[in-house]
C-alpha cells in the first residue's frame, strides 16, 4: 500500500517547463557533485577507506564521540550567531578560513587537540551553513531555518562515497511539529560524530599534523557550505517559482544522475 502511495505521489508531480528553473537546477547539480572532491583526494593521500579511519581511533575516542558531538551541536547555534553578529559580511571565505586555522591549531597537538577542537570545529561549520540560509533570504532565528540547517548536518560527509542518501535527506523535510529542536538535534548527532570520527582519525595521522588539520578543516568546511547551498537553493527556488518541493528535489536527482553518466563518459574517453 505504501509504495502505491509513494507512486501515486510522484504521478501527480507537475512538470517543470520553465528554462531559467532547469538551468538552476543544473547548476545545483553540478555542485552537489563537486562538493565532496577534495575530501576523497585526502582519503587517497592516506592511503584507506573512511570506514577504515574510524577503526583508527582509540576506543575511549569512539566511546565519546557521540557525546562530544551532541554537546558541540547543542551550543552550536547560540555560539554561531554570536559570531555572525559580531563579524558580520565576511563570505564563505573567512568560515572556510577560521575553520582551517582551527584545524591547524588542533592539528599541532595531535589526537588530543583535535578533539579539543572539535566542538569549535562545529560551532564555524554550522556559521557556514546559517550564512548561507541568510544569503537565501531565509531567517536563520526560525525553528524550520535551523532544522533545515541540522539536515545538512546529517549528510554523509567529504570523506564517503555519495551512494544517493544525502540527496534522500533533502527530499524528506525534518518536520519541527511536536519535536524542539533539542530533539533533532539528538537525532542527527550520531550520524554526524560518524562523519567527525573521519575528520580525527585523519587529522591524527602521524603524517600530516597541523598542514592536515588545517586542510581538512577547509575540506569540511567548502563542502557543507556548497551542500547548504544546494539545500536552501532548493527551498528558495520552490517559494519562487511555487514549484513544489518535492518536484524540484526530483528533477535535481534526474540532473545529478544526468551529468554523472556525461562525467563517466567524458573519463571512458579520455582512458581510450
Do not use: C
Not at 575530501?39 to 569512539?62: D, H, N, Q, Y
Not at 551550543?75 to 563579524?87: D, K, L, N, P, Y
Amino acid at each position: 500500500m505504501a509504495t502505491n502511495s509513494a507512486k501515486n505521489r510522484q504521478l501527480v508531480l507537475p512538470p517543470i517547463n520553465d528554462p531559467t528553473v532547469h538551468a538552476e537546477i543544473g547548476a545545483l547539480a553540478r555542485r552537489y557533485l563537486d562538493a565532496g572532491g577534495l575530501g576523497m583526494e585526502i582519503l587517497s593521500t592516506i592511503g584507506t577507506s573512511a570506514e577504515g579511519l574510524i577503526a583508527r581511533l582509540p576506543g575511549f575516542v569512539r566511546k565519546r564521540l557521540d557525546r562530544i558531538t551532541l554537546s558541540g551541536l547543542e551550543r552550536a547555534f547560540g555560539a554561531a550567531e554570536r559570531s555572525r553578529r559580531i563579524v558580520r559580511d565576511r563570505g564563505e571565505w573567512f568560515n572556510r578560513l577560521a575553520s582551517s586555522v582551527s584545524g591547524a591549531a588542533g592539528g599541532i597537538a595531535g589526537l588530543p587537540g583535535a578533539v579539543v577542537e572539535l566542538p569549535v570545529t562545529i560551532t564555524l561549520l554550522l556559521r557556514g551553513i546559517l550564512d548561507v540560509a541568510s544569503e537565501h533570504g531565509l531567517d536563520t532565528q526560525s525553528p524550520e531555518v535551523r532544522a533545515e540547517a541540522l539536515r545538512v548536518f546529517a549528510a554523509a560527509g567529504p570523506m564517503s562515497e555519495d551512494d544517493g542518501t544525502d540527496l534522500g535527506l533533502l527530499a524528506a523535510r525534518l518536520s519541527v511539529t511536536g519535536q524542539t529542536l533539542q530533539a533533532l538535534i539528538a537525532r542527527v548527532a550520531p550520524r554526524l560524530s560518524v562523519v567527525l570520527g573521519q575528520k580525527l582519525a585523519a587529522q591524527a595521522t602521524p603524517i600530516f599534523g597541523a598542514v592536515a588539520g588545517a586542510s581538512i578543516n577547509y575540506t569540511f568546511a567548502r563542502y557543507y557550505q556548497e551542500l547548504a547551498r544546494v539545500h536552501f537553493g532548493v527551498m528558495r527556488l520552490s517559494q519562487e517559482t511555487g514549484v513544489p518541493h518535492e518536484a524540484l528535489v526530483e528533477a535535481l536527482r534526474l540532473e545529478i544522475e544526468r551529468v554523472e553518466r556525461q562525467r563517466r563518459a567524458r573519463r571512458s574517453g579520455m582512458d581510450d
